[in-house]
């Protein structure tokens, strides 16, 4: 691509808008246009994060998403529900891409209000957002898509371990349990009592359970794959670590097949994606084997004393959770090579 793609990014200070900070910027075929700050304005990207000292020049600006969005040819949004609306707007107005990685579009309007708490103000764009894990839904990136919901990671972790095996039969879908663990990089980096060091080292908390916001999430997106009703009881907890997400997913199995059937349903799915890999037999997945990149291991087990299936998925809930998962879909849009900027391996030790 000749001409570099003009990218602005709101909320560029948190966690996940710093991951998508450091692919971005060092990028050939990128210009970081804006980064537009509520509570800085005025101030060196460089001061408020320092892992860019002497690498960043940029200064965040102003909260003026009409401005930033008029002189930007893809908006990267990473902020909180209820805070991309105006943005949303104000793209479609001018006719530019917005990739979400908040939660404001991935919802029909009713659900959205129920487990958000909150009215939407711009809920006749919901139709027009495409929901992308590419893996499972890059055909619905088409021509003149302009908005996407790029999925929680929660619900990423899961979907990709769980679609394939619905979608082939192979599950029952009326009472699903999900299990997950996430770092405490999914907190946010606001201060939270929770996230304190000495709250939680040495401790594992569940929280949200049965009433975490990723629930409808995965109920709304796997239903596209069974016309049987698709039911989730699911139960994240807090880990002692920074990045990663590890979920657990015990179902029942709808049809006689065994553990190798099952394993090469999902090795036939993935089998030409470079993501997502399906780990060989009585391997588990680790969630430091994907640290730091955009990789999804996945393997399942079939119980054999109860008849249970069970399937595991790790990713890092900053990459392919969010940034990396949401450079995919920008790469997917603008006809470039999907790998570009996440391509590489993991980070270990």
């Known amino acids: 691509m000749d001409k570099k793609i003009k990218v602005s990014l709101f909320g560029a200070t948190g966690y996940t808008g710093i991951e998508l900070y ?15 700050s509520k509570s800085s304005p005025g101030k060196k990207y460089s001061e408020v994060v320092g892992t860019t000292f002497n690498l960043s020049d940029e200064i965040l600006v102003d909260w003026k998403p009409e401005e930033t969005v008029k002189k930007s040819d893809v908006v990267f949004t990473a902020l909180p529900h209820g805070e991309t609306f105006d943005i949303a707007k104000a793209c479609k107005t001018y006719g530019k891409k917005l990739i979400d990685i908040g939660a404001d579009y991935r919802l029909e309007k009713d659900g959205y209000a129920k487990w958000y708490g909150l009215e939407h103000r711009e809920s006749d764009l919901i139709d027009e957002a495409v929901y992308c894990i590419p893996e ?7 021509e003149g898509t302009w908005l996407v919901a790029n999925p929680g990671c929660y619900p990423t972790s899961v979907q990709l371990g769980l679609a394939p095996l619905i979608e082939a039969g192979i599950v029952e879908t009326k009472n699903i349990i999900v299990d997950s663990k996430s ?9 939270k009592l929770v996230t304190l060091y000495s709250e939680q080292n040495e401790n594992v908390n569940a929280y949200g359970v049965g009433t975490h916001r990723h629930k409808p999430e995965m109920e709304r997106h796997l239903q596209q794959y069974t016309d049987d ?25 709808k049809r006689d097949v065994n553990e190798e059937q099952i394993r090469q349903v999902l090795i036939d799915k993935y089998k030409d994606e470079y993501f997502v890999k399906v780990l060989n037999k009585g391997v588990m997945p680790h969630t430091k084997w994907v640290y730091g990149s955009n990789f999804c291991h996945i393997n399942v087990v079939l119980d054999e004393d109860t008849g249970n299936l069970v399937i595991l998925s790790a990713i890092d809930n900053l990459v392919k959770g969010a940034s990396g998962q949401a450079i995919q879909n920008m790469n997917i849009l603008f006809g470039i090579e999907e790998k570009k900027g996440i391509e590489n391996y993991p980070i270990f030790p």
Do not use: Q
């Not at 450091?22 to 246009?33: G, N, P, Y």
């Not at 499972?136 to 088409?142: A, C, P």
């Open 22 to 36: 450091r692919r971005l910027k060092v990028r050939d075929d990128i210009e970081i246009i804006d980064l537009p």
């Open 136 to 142: 499972l839904h890059r055909n619905k990136l088409v």
């Open 183 to 191: 770092g405490v990089s999914g907190a946010g980096r606001s201060l």
């Open 229 to 253: 009703k698709v039911k989730i009881m699911f139960t994240p907890h807090l880990m002692p670590m920074t990045r990663g997400i590890h979920s657990t997913i015990y179902t029942t199995l």
